[in-house]
């Protein structure tokens, strides 16, 4: 039996440069078997994500997967049978041989060097739309901070990136102001309400308009760098990993761009509108669309992985984690899926019209619906842990931090409350609706309101 190794940290590289699995076996002199093996030591390596392997051999193993104990045939599982959950990982070379595998973990041992992290800032908190932050958070009652006037709604979630806070507002600007003093350093005219919620990295601000144009400016002083004209309005909010973008349009595509210039690299058309904004896990791009699925899609080539019928429009972000994507809809059921396979784990029916985007944290689902109830749902089983009842609807997603939940609501107020009860810690009051959703920041939450300011508290 011949012992095989390789150079993990030029493995991983080529891995992720998008050549293709028939590529990489032909250099690295693999059947498909021992690629498949070699994907499944680097996953329980950690080196790479599980979703990343799961979409590479399925492209060579297009003969399919057959479970040894009850038949099922799945190309995308790697550990276990997703009808009868077998352990039936591929161990065999196609010539029948036992593949050694000593000397690859040996080789992967070593990890690569770690890089320092651009820092990115995203809709949600992170690219897989947890809304989880690492912050203290304000602990009781909210005091202003300062506020920021615009000349319309501020219906977009504000990020924080570089000690600056940018936004938009329907009055058709996308603002950039201190996030210590709340003086404006900059704004930029993009002639179309700027609803959704900006995306930050490589020294870029990206977002879309209500007259479907994408644009990145400078983050340090607005100034246009690229734009790309869609073919409807977008109020999508967009992921940035990489040097790729994604984001949703109203005409029912979902678009990946080149950060670097603006330029297409994908499109993947839905049959519906698409407001969601797409979460990333790996390789593994989740959105809604009005056309009542929810898919999941390839993010490096466009191509669909799987996709989940719900019969009523999803607007709202989908959020990952555990293995899990939740997501609500406008009938106002929340569904829990695996992220891999599209299989449903739970549902739960709200009972009113579902928006804003999930927040996953602290073992529990937050959301929010149309008539004003907040819930706390297990993240495991779906059932209810506890729930608020507000005076008006939610859109608004909630922020975690710090044990506490942050969110907006119709009744014009912010709420703060206690993660584990659902009890009452606090509010805020503002003019108007706050659909915004909460971001934070060491001791200070900012987020927008319809009375047309962006708040901080602390």
């Known amino acids: 039996m011949a012992t095989r190794a390789f150079n993990t940290r030029e493995l991983i590289q080529d891995l992720r440069s998008g050549i293709g699995s028939a590529l990489l076996m032909k250099k690295y002199e693999l059947s498909s078997q021992e690629f498949a093996v070699l994907l499944k030591k680097l996953v329980d390596a950690r080196l790479i994500e599980l979703s990343e392997a799961q979409a590479l051999v399925t492209q060579v193993l297009q003969y399919g997967f057959e479970c040894p104990e009850c038949g099922t045939k799945d190309p995308r599982q790697l550990d276990s049978c997703p009808k009868c959950g077998a352990f039936v990982a591929i161990i065999e070379s196609e010539e029948g041989e036992d593949v050694e595998t000593s000397v690859i973990i040996e080789v992967m041992k070593e990890p690569p060097p770690a890089e320092e992290p651009e820092e990115v800032a995203l809709f949600r908190g992170d690219l897989e739309r947890t809304g989880r932050y690492q912050a203290g958070g304000v602990r009781d009652q909210a005091r202003l901070k300062w506020k920021f006037p615009t000349g319309g709604w501020v219906s977009s979630s504000p990020v924080i990136y570089h000690s600056k806070v940018f936004f938009g507002s329907w009055d058709g600007n996308m603002y950039a102001v201190d996030a210590e003093t709340g003086k404006e350093r900059w704004r930029f005219p993009a002639a179309?309400?700027?609803?959704?919620?900006?995306?930050?990295?490589?020294?870029?601000?990206?977002?879309?308009?209500?007259?479907?144009?994408?644009?990145?400016?400078?983050?340090?002083?607005?100034?246009?760098?690229?734009?790309?004209?869609?073919?409807?309005?977008?109020?999508?909010?967009?992921?940035?990993?990489?040097?790729?973008?994604?984001?949703?349009?109203?005409?029912?595509?979902?678009?990946?761009?080149?950060?670097?210039?603006?330029?297409?690299?994908?499109?993947?058309?839905?049959?519906?509108?698409?407001?969601?904004?797409?979460?990333?896990?790996?390789?593994?791009?989740?959105?809604?669309?009005?056309?009542?699925?929810?898919?999941?899609?390839?993010?490096?080539?466009?191509?669909?992985?799987?996709?989940?019928?719900?019969?009523?429009?999803?607007?709202?972000?989908?959020?990952?984690?555990?293995?899990?994507?939740?997501?609500?809809?406008?009938?106002?059921?929340?569904?829990?899926?695996?992220?891999?396979?599209?299989?449903?784990?739970?549902?739960?029916?709200?009972?009113?019209?579902?928006?804003?985007?999930?927040?996953?944290?602290?073992?529990?689902?937050?959301?929010?619906?149309?008539?004003?109830?907040?819930?706390?749902?297990?993240?495991?089983?779906?059932?209810?842990?506890?729930?608020?009842?507000?005076?008006?609807?939610?859109?608004?997603?909630?922020?975690?931090?710090?044990?506490?939940?942050?969110?907006?609501?119709?009744?014009?107020?912010?709420?703060?409350?206690?993660?584990?009860?659902?009890?009452?810690?606090?509010?805020?009051?503002?003019?108007?609706?706050?659909?915004?959703?909460?971001?934070?920041?060491g001791n200070t939450v900012y987020f927008g309101s319809d009375d047309t300011n962006l708040y901080a508290v602390t």
Request: aromatic residues 10%; charged residues 15%.
């Open 192 to 441: 179309g309400a700027v609803s959704s919620s900006p995306a930050a990295a490589h020294g870029l601000v990206c977002f879309g308009t209500s007259n479907g144009c994408f644009f990145a400016v400078r983050a340090n002083d607005g100034k246009e760098v690229w734009h790309f004209e869609a073919e409807g309005p977008i109020s999508s909010s967009a992921a940035m990993a990489g040097q790729s973008i994604y984001v949703g349009v109203s005409d029912g595509h979902v678009l990946a761009l080149d950060a670097g210039s603006g330029q297409p690299k994908w499109r993947f058309k839905t049959g519906g509108l698409v407001s969601s904004s797409p979460a990333l896990t790996g390789r593994v791009l989740c959105v809604g669309s009005y056309d009542g699925f929810l898919y999941a899609l390839d993010a490096v080539y466009g191509r669909q992985l799987w996709r989940y019928q719900t019969g009523s429009p999803i607007s709202g972000s989908p959020a990952i984690s555990e293995r899990l994507v939740t997501f609500g809809n406008w009938n106002g059921t929340v569904f829990a899926v695996d992220v891999h396979t599209g299989h449903e784990k739970w549902r739960f029916a709200s009972a009113s019209r579902i928006n804003c985007s999930p927040a996953m944290g602290y073992g529990n689902v937050y959301l929010g619906n149309g008539n004003g109830r907040f819930l706390a749902l297990d993240l495991s089983t779906g059932k209810i842990i506890w729930e608020l009842e507000t005076k008006g609807p939610i859109q608004s997603s909630a922020a975690l931090a710090n044990g506490r939940v942050y969110v907006g609501g119709g009744d014009r107020f912010l709420h703060i409350l206690d993660a584990r009860t659902g009890r009452v810690l606090g509010k805020f009051g503002t003019g108007g609706a706050v659909n915004s959703s909460p971001v934070l920041k």
